[in-house]
């Protein structure tokens, strides 16, 4: 866990588990040859001895005006799923959360960047044979593009995850669509970053003077910020995809941001600088 605050919000990282891949999992260009070309500030945070990624599946509990927010909720307990390494998991993500103080009913707000499956598990738990939202006084948020993406889809990879970990939440109405000028609080906002899901958020935090954004999964790793161009495995639409991660970039670039990476690996907070006609990501 590592903890931050931004003028007066609060942010604590809470991890469900950390992995090394093979990087072309995520990014066809991402061989152990090609990122070792930036060993320099990759290793040893980013990438291991042998040239794999090094990531990171955790959710950011962000407090802000007395509104305890969660965003993203990791893979989940329990949860059928055919991705290698995700399939019915048990995890003490829970106690991991009591950890810092949070139990369960203490969170106001779940806040889903997108809805890929290691984004939405924990929005639901087993209980009795039957999925149960996890946060029982919370609002859950959703982007309306995004549901009309995938309550439609059929293929099972974008599918389960909205039959076990969205509907439940649905069906017990404790679910909000909203669209990317939602404000959370005055501190805490919705920023629209699209191409990775059609509706994909980014979370923007901004608090005495201080300034920070939580990607989501525009990236997945620091790696992009040099090569916002290559290609991504799991983006819905790769061409709008590219367009938002150099945007990003661009935006926040040799800013006093602090950009929290979803998937980076710790302490998975950091700024993103100019290098050349591109960017890297440096730690604090």
Same mark, same amino acid.
């Given at each position: 866990? &590592?903890?931050?605050?931004?003028?007066? !919000?609060?942010?604590?990282?809470?991890?469900?588990?950390?992995?090394?891949?093979?990087?072309?999992?995520?990014?066809?260009?991402? =061989?152990?040859? &090609?990122?070792?070309?930036?060993?320099?500030?990759?290793?040893? =945070?980013?990438?291991?001895?042998?040239?794999?990624?090094?990531?990171?599946?955790?959710?950011?509990?962000?407090?802000?005006?007395?509104?305890?927010?969660i965003v993203d909720t990791c893979v989940g307990n329990d949860k059928v799923r055919s991705m290698e390494g995700f399939n019915q998991l048990?995890?003490? %993500?829970?106690?991991?959360?009591?950890?810092?103080?949070?139990?369960?009913?203490?969170?106001?707000?779940?806040?889903?960047?997108?809805?890929?499956?290691?984004?939405?598990?924990? &929005?639901?738990?087993?209980?009795?044979?039957?999925?149960?939202?996890?946060?029982?006084?919370?609002?859950?948020?959703?982007?309306?593009?995004?549901?009309?993406?995938?309550?439609?889809?059929?293929?099972?990879?974008?599918?389960?995850?909205?039959?076990?970990?969205?509907?439940?939440?649905?069906?017990?109405?404790?679910?909000?669509?909203?669209?990317?000028?939602?404000?959370?609080?005055?501190? !805490?906002?919705?920023?629209?970053?699209?191409?990775?899901?059609?509706?994909?958020?980014?979370?923007?935090?901004?608090?005495?003077?201080?300034?920070? !954004?939580? =990607?989501?999964?525009?990236?997945?790793?620091?790696?992009?910020?040099?090569?916002?161009?290559?290609?991504? &495995?799991?983006?819905?639409?790769?061409?709008?995809?590219?367009?938002?991660?150099?945007? %990003?970039?661009?935006?926040?670039?040799?800013s006093n941001v602090l950009v929290f990476g979803t998937h980076f690996a710790a302490p998975s907070a950091g700024k993103i600088v100019r290098?050349?006609?591109?960017?890297?990501?440096?730690?604090?």
């Open positions: 866990m &590592n903890q931050w605050k931004i003028g007066d !919000v609060k942010i604590s990282r809470v991890i469900e588990s950390e992995v090394s891949w093979d990087g072309t999992m995520i990014l066809p260009d991402g =061989t152990p040859e &090609n990122l070792m070309k930036d060993r320099d500030w990759l290793y040893p =945070t980013f990438i291991d001895e042998t040239g794999k990624i090094r990531l990171s599946i955790h959710a950011l509990v962000v407090e802000s005006r007395g509104q305890r927010v048990h995890l003490p %993500f829970l106690d991991s959360l009591k950890k810092i103080g949070c139990e369960r009913d203490s969170i106001d707000h779940v806040v889903c960047t997108h809805l890929h499956l290691d984004h939405v598990g924990w &929005n639901t738990m087993l209980k009795d044979g039957k999925w149960t939202p996890t946060f029982p006084k919370a609002k859950y948020l959703v982007g309306g593009t995004e549901w009309d993406f995938f309550s439609r889809a059929e293929d099972p990879f974008l599918k389960d995850p909205v039959e076990d970990s969205v509907r439940p939440v649905m069906a017990e109405g404790m679910l909000t669509f909203v669209d990317d000028k939602h404000k959370i609080t005055d501190e !805490v906002w919705l920023e629209s970053t699209p191409g990775h899901t059609p509706g994909h958020f980014s979370v923007r935090i901004s608090s005495a003077g201080q300034d920070a !954004v939580i =990607t989501g999964d525009l990236m997945h790793h620091p790696i992009q910020c040099r090569f916002p161009e290559w290609d991504d &495995n799991f983006d819905v639409d790769g061409k709008l995809a590219k367009q938002t991660r150099r945007a %990003f970039c661009e935006r926040y670039a040799d290098y050349g006609d591109s960017f890297r990501f440096i730690l604090p």
